[in-house]
């Protein structure tokens, strides 16, 4: 017994004084530095995304329609120019000329809104509200906005119709859109749930918090998208550059194709991130795959989960 206890003394003094040179090698190469600035830009991290938090909170409480908090910074308002609808119930199949409209924009504070497909040439609107929501074209730019409870609204779309801009900001609610056909796609989220049947989009920018987004099947060229306490999962193509920025929500991507059409560069705080051949997980960890491919794909995750799955359909 004594024997043990002297060999098991020894040996804490052999690791103790390992651990000493250990300190003061990694001090002198700059350790203190390291740990220094991870601590540091961590938790700022972690305070940006509670700042983003914050707002959103702020915004479902009804302090304002603003959805700075979700990117560039705008300031909804009904157009005095053009008829607010009120309480009650409107229906016109026929209501914009598709002819007249090369861009959509559409806003809401709550509600549910449909947009689906049509066989008709026109825009057509289906409305049973209990707040009040406004339609009108200015400069071939159709837009939908509510900052009420929008109660139900239907927008029906040709199906041939191709658009160059779509900007959808929801605050709360629930979105269902069976087709998005355009040139630059822009989607900004708080709490609300939204399901997209089918997208193809040159480029997309999704800004979310709080929220669950769907995308069933895209075709999309560019991908930009920040969230924050959001479960977001994407099916389809793309086949430009990708951007995935998050924290504090799931992130899940089935891509058609091989995963080495990507390079990746992977930055995870506290989150973890899987794709084929390469699980990223803990505190600070930094990851590079270089595939010599021509698209780049950037990953960074903050308290939360990462999954890329490659499929051949």
């Keep these: 017994m004594k024997k043990f206890t002297i060999v098991s ?29 991870f601590i540091f830009d961590e938790t700022r991290t972690i305070f940006d995304h509670l700042n983003t938090g914050w707002n959103i909170v702020q915004q479902e409480m009804g302090f304002g329609f603003s959805t700075g908090f979700m990117g560039d910074h705008f300031t909804v308002s009904y157009n005095d120019n053009y008829s607010v609808y009120t309480t009650g119930r409107y229906t016109d199949p026929l209501a ?28 057509g609107i289906e409305w049973n509200g209990v707040g009040k929501f406004q339609y009108y074209v200015e400069d071939h730019t159709l837009y939908v906005i509510s900052l009420d409870d929008l109660g139900d609204l239907t927008i029906s779309l040709p199906e041939d119709l191709e658009i160059k801009t779509y900007q959808l ?30 997208l193809e989009t040159d480029n997309l920018k999704i800004e979310t918090g709080a929220c669950s987004l769907d995308i069933l099947n895209g075709t999309v060229g560019n991908m930009d998208a920040s969230y924050s306490a959001s479960e977001i999962t994407y099916q ?22 091989d995963s080495d059409q ?7 705080a506290l989150g973890n991130v899987d794709i084929p051949g390469c699980h990223v997980a803990g505190w600070s960890q930094n990851t590079t795959v270089n595939n010599s491919a021509s698209k780049e794909m950037s990953i960074t995750s903050s308290m939360g989960n990462v999954e890329v799955i490659f499929s051949t359909r």
Excluded at 236 to 257: C, K, N, P, Q
Excluded at 262 to 268: E, G, L, R, T, V
């Design 236 to 257: 389809g193509h793309i086949t430009g550059d990708a951007d995935f920025r998050g924290s504090m929500g799931d992130l899940e991507l089935t891509i058609y194709g």
């Design 96 to 123: 914009v000329s598709a002819n007249e409209v090369t861009d959509i924009e559409i806003y809401m504070t709550a509600g549910d809104l449909d947009i689906v497909e049509s066989d008709a040439d026109d825009i």
């Design 262 to 268: 990507f390079n990746y560069n992977i930055n995870s």
């Design 9 to 37: 003394l020894i040996t804490s003094g052999v690791m103790l004084l390992l651990g000493i040179i250990m300190v003061i090698i990694g001090v002198t190469t700059g350790g203190i530095r390291i740990i220094r600035s």
């Design 169 to 198: 900001s929801a605050a709360a609610g629930d979105v269902e859109v069976e087709s998005i056909k355009a040139e630059e796609t822009m989607i900004y989220l708080g709490a609300c749930d939204m399901t997209v049947d089918w």
